[in-house]
Structures are given as structure tokens and as C-alpha cells.
Nanobody, 121 residues
Framework: QVQLVESGGGLVQPGGSLRLSCAASGSIFFIYTMGWCRQAPGKQRELVAVITSGGITNYSDSVKGRFTISRDNAKNTVYLQMNSLKPEDTAVYYC???????????????WGQGTQVTVSS
């Protein structure tokens, strides 16, 4: 059974910083992409940032230049460093991993339970 556990959310003032972490555990053969999505109240879930196993990254325009995604393949962990936070960044942030449990099994997507990020003065 694969689990993704996020941590690092909380309340921060505008202009502040937070660092999210997400660790994947369980029976894992290989993790392809890892990433972060977010969902604000009344809005659809949106992709924030993704990173491949080789370290190639992609960001949504709304966070480009402020957020940095990174990963530690040895620890099956992905990070999201969020700087210059704005009130519109307030949302539940979800970790996602595309992986194979076994070499012969299909590639599937797994999600974390979400962590709340609130940007407010």
C-alpha cells in the first residue's frame, strides 16, 4: 500500500514563506513525476508545480518565480518552497505522485491527504 504524507502547511502573513514536504512510502518500484496541486474554496483543483525523476520542473504561471519544487529521490520525497506568499495562495495543497508499485504493473497516480495553507494578516 502506497501512502503520501504531506507536512508543513499553516498560517503565514502575506510576503512570508512556507515549505511543504511530501513523503511517499510503501511498496514502490519507481516514481516518475511528483507534484503539487491546490484547491481553494469554491474553485477547481489546479496544478501548481511538477518535477520529473530527472529533475525537470514546470510551474503554473501564478507561482512562477515565487515557488520552487525539488525532490530527494533517495527519500521518495518532494518539497515545495513557497516564498512571497499572497492571500490568493490560500488553499489546501495536495501532493501527487505517478509511480509503479511493481515493474510489470501499470503506472498509477497517488494523492496525499492535503495540507492547509492560509495566507492572511
Amino acid at each position: 500500500q502506497v501512502q503520501l504524507v504531506e507536512s508543513g502547511g499553516g498560517l503565514v502573513q502575506p510576503g512570508g514563506s512556507l515549505r511543504l514536504s511530501c513523503a511517499a512510502s510503501g511498496s514502490i518500484f519507481f516514481i516518475y513525476t511528483m507534484g503539487w496541486c491546490r484547491q481553494a474554496p469554491g474553485k477547481q483543483r489546479e496544478l501548481v508545480a511538477v518535477i520529473t525523476s530527472g529533475g525537470i520542473t514546470n510551474y503554473s504561471d501564478s507561482v512562477k518565480g515565487r515557488f520552487t519544487i525539488s525532490r530527494d529521490n533517495a527519500k521518495n520525497t518532494v518539497y515545495l518552497q513557497m516564498n512571497s506568499l499572497k492571500p490568493e495562495d490560500t488553499a489546501v495543497y495536495y501532493c501527487k505522485a505517478d509511480l509503479r508499485v511493481r515493474q510489470w504493473q501499470e503506472r498509477l497516480s497517488y494523492w496525499g491527504q492535503g495540507t492547509q495553507v492560509t495566507v492572511s494578516s
